[in-house]
């Protein structure tokens, strides 16, 4: 016999107790809209566990009543991944609670912690073991592992270190029978069969609810050297970014682009972040090099790169960061531009990668069609350029403009922009996921085998289709 919401909310109570089952509209009300107030659902509660016996129980509670689970981080995602639907006959599990640091092998280079983990927490508790955590980005104060592994996030870093997938060696994960997958292992070599692990990283929740982790650790740089640098166009980054991979190898851990719409967006909001290079260059670029030999032997590789790239013509003035608040001041001008792109208002987002040598190509074609059909857009165009990743967003003729704007175009836009993707080789979700905003490109993305290869999948894990439904996957 079906049970009304109130009985459900009472067994939920007996499994994580009383005040972690939260139900009033007003308490209820952040765990129901994403970070870009995009979309909105309703559940009937939402349930902080402790622990992963606790989710356990929840998860086979909601399968014998036929419950559907949004699982939830820090609930920063851009996809709108951690949003239920608007039926409300779901429940929001959040790992907030479930924040444990549980080990740390410094001589096996891994940490072994819980889902709710904010990603800055465990880089900070790295450096305490004098140990480096890698994975970067702006919502490193709030995010969580367990959102960064459902999501495969990116970051900064990429380029030296690998998406979130190459960090994580092993994986505990609630299935959706509610059964405990436990491959909390810390091995580099591991042959025994299908990797089971690369199934829920980057799944979004949709096939299980990720509970812990291992994650790789790393030496601590001796020195890290970071540069902007003004470049004249697309393909002059790109010549810059050959030049730091020949001249530094493995030592390049960032290379960011930012255009100048974007430039022009962040100093309006942050007048404190705008540039010190002079002019208005059509690019600049951020540049970090970390050295495991001398902060000397860094900073003279910086410099010669950089000497040769102004004498070419590809950089055509840049600065290097004197002291660590320099540093952080490029790197806040970076992680503050999708920021002000929310303080500006709604805008139509593409997260997509392509081949590096197709970003010139990309970016003229689209650029020169928006421009055509779109005259008065604007095109907030950064990302990632050294592993092909760019956030290339656009954005209404003015602030007071972007909600209407983005109602009327959002659609044509995003199609205008996929064609080109998919005509140079490209993905349509390189580092944010598919959550529902994507998930109806999924299939022509992806093309007919690998969608239907997708869809087996998750029908022999999740066959009730109770975990996130309607993100990645449609049953």
């Avoid at 829920?200 to 001796?222: C, H, Q």
């Amino acid at each position: 016999m079906a049970l009304t919401d109130q009985e459900l909310i009472s067994a939920f109570q007996k499994i994580v107790g009383a005040e972690q089952v939260i139900t009033s509209p007003v308490d209820l009300e952040p765990y129901l809209v994403d970070w870009r107030k995009r979309y909105r659902g309703q559940a009937i509660a939402a349930l902080r566990p402790a622990s992963t016996q606790e989710v356990s129980e929840i998860v086979k509670l909601c399968v014998t009543h036929q419950i559907a689970i949004v699982p939830q981080g820090g609930n920063t995602g851009l996809c709108g991944g951690a949003t239920p639907n608007p039926t409300g006959r779901q429940i929001v599990i959040t790992t907030k609670r479930m924040n444990k640091i549980l080990a740390i092998d410094t001589s096996n280079q891994t940490m072994t912690v819980e889902a709710g983990v904010i990603l800055q927490t465990l880089q900070e508790e790295a450096a305490k073991a004098g140990r480096y955590f890698p994975l970067s980005l702006g919502a490193e104060g709030s995010c969580m592992i367990g959102g960064n592994l459902s999501t495969n996030a990116g970051g900064t870093s990429v380029l030296r270190y690998g998406n979130a997938r190459e960090l994580c060696l092993g994986l505990e994960v609630v299935l959706p029978n509610g059964e405990i997958l436990n491959s909390l292992r810390g091995l580099r070599k591991d042959n025994t069969g299908y990797d089971l692990r690369d199934l829920f990283i980057g799944a979004e929740g949709s096939l299980g609810i990720i509970t812990a982790a291992v994650m790789k650790l790393f030496p601590t740089p001796v020195a890290q050297w970071t540069a902007l640098v003004a470049t004249p166009s697309a393909e002059g980054a790109i010549e810059l970014l050959n030049r730091f991979q020949a001249g530094a190898s493995a030592q390049l851990t960032g290379f960011e682009m930012m255009s100048q719409e974007s430039l022009a967006l962040l100093k309006h909001y942050y007048p404190a972040l705008a540039s010190p290079l002079a002019g208005e260059n059509p690019y600049e670029v951020l540049v970090e090099i970390s050295d495991y030999e001398s902060s000397e032997h860094a900073m003279q590789l910086m410099e010669t790169i950089l000497e040769g790239a102004l004498e070419s013509g590809c950089a055509s003035d840049a600065i290097i960061a004197s002291n660590i608040a320099q540093a952080r001041k490029f790197w806040d001008m970076r992680e503050h531009v999708p920021l002000a792109q929310a303080d500006d208002g709604p805008n139509i987002k593409h997260d997509v990668s392509l081949p590096i040598s197709a970003i010139p190509e990309f970016v003229k074609v689209c650029d020169a069609l928006l421009k055509e059909k779109y005259p008065n857009s604007r095109i907030i165009n950064y990302g990632h350029l050294g592993d092909g990743n760019l956030h290339y967003n656009i954005a209404g003729p003015s602030s007071s403009e972007t909600e209407s704007f983005f109602s009327a175009h959002n659609d044509d836009i995003q199609a205008l922009i996929y064609i080109e993707v998919e005509r140079l080789s490209g993905s349509i979700s390189a580092e944010h996921g598919v959550g529902q905003q994507k998930v109806d490109y999924l299939k022509g993305h992806r093309g007919e085998a690998a969608f239907n290869l997708m869809h087996a999948i998750k029908k022999a894990i999740d066959p009730n289709n109770l975990m996130n439904p309607g993100k990645v996957i449609n049953l």
